[in-house]
């Protein structure tokens, strides 16, 4: 692939207006009495007569054969090599739950657990303790103060909470401090390199501090920190681009990605038709816009074919709306697919079209993963869709002379 | 890719003839009120009869999404890596007027322009005089003497010319001369690394005599330069795949990106006809010949849909005569599409196919982007078709014990 730097110079700002529309887990499986997938079940007219007139193909998300998380699936699909740029679980657990981050800062998922008199584990999730209990347990751990690092934990769900450090030179280089298994006591934070020593010292006064704190409840008297993140460097998106990019998603994890890459995140409303309203009323404000479909990935992830399909169908009838504001380029993608009968992500390669003036309008039949296999596109990375937004909005000049 | 390097061991000399038809432009997009590309429009019995016998598939020049120029067009089809090996603006301005460069020879674009008695810039263009004008002036450029380097000027057309110095220890770090805007003078030659400063100092000379020779001409009283090129070190095209090459191309243009490979570049009349002769008498003394067809994309260039049509058609009727020839290959590939809707190069896919004894002959109905998006290749780089082409003439062995 060409480096994001390398264009750089070749793309210019026009008018033109690309809009890229996620539908989370996109991508399904045959139901196996139908042989029918999702989107060949689902009666959605206006995607099949959108995917008719657009050059149509199959992309792939990291690589051939694997499965992506949300956060490698969306970095993709914004042109960013997700094998170079991986963001930890800590920060994207952070991005989840609305958790703003800035570079530099240190982020990590914490569990409340269970210890016995002597500091070893008896319960690793502290018999999985509902939010209501956990959440003034955050307050608490929240008012920790430690000299030249800001300290915030967030609840998640449950006994699940999210710390961050924010401060100079901090480092995620440091080991998790979850041994993995009850019987044993809750490991020191270890510095992964010479580097990460300071945020290693500051995280075991956390620990320490927790743990005074806890001392008197029960079950949760004791934390576990793993999955230390901080963001990658991305480049900027839009100035990479040269676009003037906003974000619309209804999900707090989408957001986040988005403002990783720095786009305008547009604050919306939670159903896919406030979105849809959310485009039109800023419109005229940018030139890229990337809205975030999530159903039909929650669907697939329960394991419920049908309610995929319906859901499928909902997004389907807020098409023409979309379509009536004229955009130059629409791209309709998936981050991967989330087929029913496997309710998990997967490795399969995504439907995928773009629509503009000046694609072949090859003639498949509707937008499934099979018609999209017959389409001029062929199968692409994710990666490459800015690189074909870029040029059918006439931003792209040709490389070489 | 495989490096070119990495399988020359593996390639053997044989009698078997492949022929590499670069019908330039080649790919389309459909016509509005028809819905069918140029390539759908024409009528070429030819093309589409070989087409169901051979190996189809589509091409990407360069990558995804980025329309390429002529240089990388060409580059890829010969097996280049286009983003490794890029020939500069200048470089490939002279190799379009049929100008030599040698390794090392720097060359730039040059224009007339016109300054006041300030010396600030009143005209980029220098009222763009015709050709009949500029040539004369041309010749006087050329008898600067500057020690030590040899200095050639060549007129291109109208207001243009190509500056050649040719000479030891020469770059192309140079930055352009060219202000780009009137009202201010014409910038210093400077160099944009050590290494360049005395190139950079030769061409201050150059421009310095030039401004003397000119003062009195109106309006072409002085030169801007950009585009400072030097060949890239390209793998020799022969030696490599261990092939004895010619090149039979009626513009000057695709004759010096061939002569930039070291293929033998043979003589040949204007019209494709000429090349045709061209391949007959000379094909018992080549194993590989790159036959250059141009008119299509001068018809998509101009926009002219109709036009670009009856060029295929054209093109159409010579395929026998190259079949008579019994090919042990033969391939019609594009070096980019050239869609008459778009009247420019463009980033889609290329129509490309290749015909052996050893293909599947997957039976598609014709020779077009929509058919050639059925065919077995698939979508390959432009870069991969050179190691199709070897392994069907039984050139290349396999990898691996």
């Known amino acids: 692939m060409i480096d994001l730097e390398q264009i750089h110079a070749s793309i210019a700002s026009t008018p033109s207006k690309i809009v890229l529309l996620v539908a989370d887990g996109l991508g399904g499986l045959a139901h196996p009495d139908t042989r ?80 016995n008199d002597e500091g070893l584990l008896t319960d690793r999730r502290a018999g999985r303790i509902p939010t209501a209990q956990s959440a003034p347990l955050c307050e608490r751990l929240d008012r920790i103060e430690i000299p030249g690092v800001q300290v915030d934990v967030f609840p998640v769900q449950d006994y699940r909470f999210v710390l961050r450090l924010r401060g100079e030179g901090l480092s995620d280089q440091v080991d998790e401090t979850d041994p993995q298994r009850e019987g044993m006591a809750p490991k020191i934070a270890r510095a992964l390199n010479p580097e990460a020593q300071r945020t290693a010292e500051i ?38 681009y040269h676009l003037n990019p906003a974000a619309i998603a209804a999900y707090p994890m989408y957001r986040g990605l988005a403002s990783v890459a720095n786009m305008r995140i547009i604050p919306t409303g939670m159903s896919f038709g406030d979105e849809v309203q959310t485009l039109r009323a800023n419109w005229n404000d940018h030139d890229f816009f990337f809205i975030h479909y999530k159903p039909a990935d929650t669907a697939g992830e329960d394991g419920d074919f049908e309610g995929k399909v319906r859901r499928l169908e909902e997004l389907d009838a807020h098409i023409p709306h979309i379509m009536n504001l004229k955009p130059d ?35 498949v039949d509707g937008f499934s993963e099979r018609d999209c296999a017959q389409g001029s596109l062929g199968r692409i990375p994710a990666q490459a869709i800015m690189l074909l937004a870029l ?11």
């Not at 099949?48 to 990291?62: F, M, N, Y």
């Not at 791209?331 to 694609?359: C, E, K, N, R, Y």
């Open 36 to 115: 029918r997938s999702e989107l060949e079940t689902a009666d959605i007219p206006n995607l099949d007569a959108l995917a008719r007139e657009s050059a149509c193909g199959l992309t792939t998300p990291v690589e051939i054969g694997v499965a992506p998380g949300s956060g490698p699936g969306h970095l993709a699909l914004f042109g960013y090599d997700p094998l170079k740029y991986l963001i930890g679980r800590g920060a994207l657990e952070a991005l989840g739950i609305g958790v703003e981050l800035l570079p530099g800062d240190v982020a990590a998922r914490g569990n409340f657990c269970a210890v």
């Open 329 to 363: 380029v629409l791209m309709v993608a998936g981050d991967h697919a989330t087929p029913a009968i496997m309710a998990s992500h997967s490795w399969h390669p995504v439907p995928f079209l773009l629509h503009s003036q000046l694609t072949l309008g090859e003639g």
């Open 391 to 401: 040029s059918h909005a006439g931003k792209l000049a040709k490389y070489g002379p």
């Open 203 to 240: 995280v075991q006064q956390f620990v320490s501090e927790a743990g005074h704190m806890l001392a008197e409840d029960q079950p949760a008297n004791m934390v576990l920190l793993r999955g230390w993140a901080q963001l990658p460097n991305l480049p900027d998106f839009g100035a990479v």
